[in-house]
C-alpha cells in the first residue's frame, strides 16, 4: 500500500512539473488570420498589399513585397502594432491595438509575414 502511495504522489508531481513546463500556446494560424481580418485589414487589405482607400490615403506598405518586408524587423512590426504609428508631423496613421496580448501581436506579425511573396 505503501509503495502504491509513493509511486502516486511521484506520477502527479511529474504530471504538475509537465505541465509548468509547457510554454503559453502562441496564437493559431486561423487565429491570427480571423483578428487580421478585423483589425487590420481595413487599412493593409486581405491581401496584405495595403491597396485600400484607408490604407492608400495614410500610406500603408505592402507587405506582399520582399523589401518592405526584409526592411521591416519583427520588433518594429511588434512596437507599431503595439504603440501606433505617427508620421513626423504626429499625425496618427495606425491606432495602438489595445486588448490584445503579447501572443496576439506576435500571431499578428507572423501572418503579416506569410504575405511576402
Do not use: W
Not at 505503501?2 to 503559453?24: C, E, Y
Not at 483589425?39 to 487589405?45: A, F, I, N, Y
Not at 518594429?76 to 501572443?103: F, Q, R, V, Y
Request: aromatic share 4%.
Amino acid at each position: 500500500m505503501r509503495k502504491l502511495i509513493i509511486t502516486a504522489v511521484a506520477l502527479i508531481l511529474v504530471l504538475v512539473i509537465a505541465i509548468l513546463a509547457i510554454p503559453a500556446v502562441p496564437l493559431l494560424a486561423a487565429d491570427a488570420k480571423a483578428l487580421y481580418e478585423k483589425e487590420c485589414s481595413k487599412c493593409h487589405g486581405p491581401d496584405g498589399k495595403g491597396d485600400t482607400k484607408m490604407g492608400k490615403k495614410l500610406g500603408a506598405k505592402d507587405y506582399t513585397d520582399a523589401k518592405v518586408q526584409a526592411d521591416l524587423t519583427d520588433a518594429n512590426a511588434i512596437k507599431a502594432t503595439k504603440d501606433g504609428l505617427k508620421d513626423k508631423e504626429g499625425k496618427i496613421l495606425m491606432k495602438p491595438a489595445e486588448g490584445l496580448s503579447d501572443d496576439d501581436v506576435k500571431g499578428l506579425v507572423a501572418y503579416m509575414r506569410a504575405f511576402k511573396k
